[in-house]
């Protein structure tokens, strides 16, 4: 029953405006009791709570299972792709986490289990080998402005799958080179234009 009150409340905060989940619409929609939210836990709040640590949780597993290599650009580049599947996977998730339904402060202290903490790890390996330049939040949140943007119009439909590859590709490694030292910006230019093997 927990299960199925946190599924629920995900979907129902996933597609409403949070102000019209009320504890008998959530019930009724998991064919319950309203007694349930509160015995198993306490309150609308603290199942809302719940519904949030779950996809904060989620999405971190998803990022801080790629492995850190000699090359932060390309764990950059990966961890933009984990991001991705996991909102396409998780879109009741996702939505919950950035659609409006929480406050989001992207100059707010990192966690130790928060989803971008593996982003900065990369950017500050980035910075050390002198990879990247410039301010490691700044950069992490260009990242997930970016990637927010293209996920978030892919989730609504706007763009297909085709052109959803496209331009979540394009628009990562824009953003990758806009942050790169002038020697690896030169050399990600001479990668770009070189013909394919």
Known sequence: MKDRLVRTATEMLATRPRESLSVRALANAAGTATAAVYTLFGSKDALIGEVRAAAISGLFQELSEVPATADPLTD????????????????????????????????????????????????????????????????????????????????????????????FNSAVHATLRGWTTPDVFQLLRRMDSAPMP
């Open 76 to 167: 950059i580049h990966t961890l933009a792709v984990r991001y991705r599947r996991w909102a396409l996977g998780h879109r009741h998730l996702y939505m919950v986490l950035f659609g409006g339904v929480q406050s989001f402060d992207p100059s707010g202290p990192v966690g130790s289990d928060d989803p971008v903490r593996p982003l900065l790890d990369a950017i500050r390996r980035g910075l050390a080998t002198s990879a990247l330049a410039g301010d490691p939040t700044a950069i992490a949140l260009s990242f997930w402005v970016t990637l927010h943007g293209i996920v978030t119009l892919e989730l609504a439909g706007a763009l297909d799958s085709t052109i959803a590859d496209h331009t």
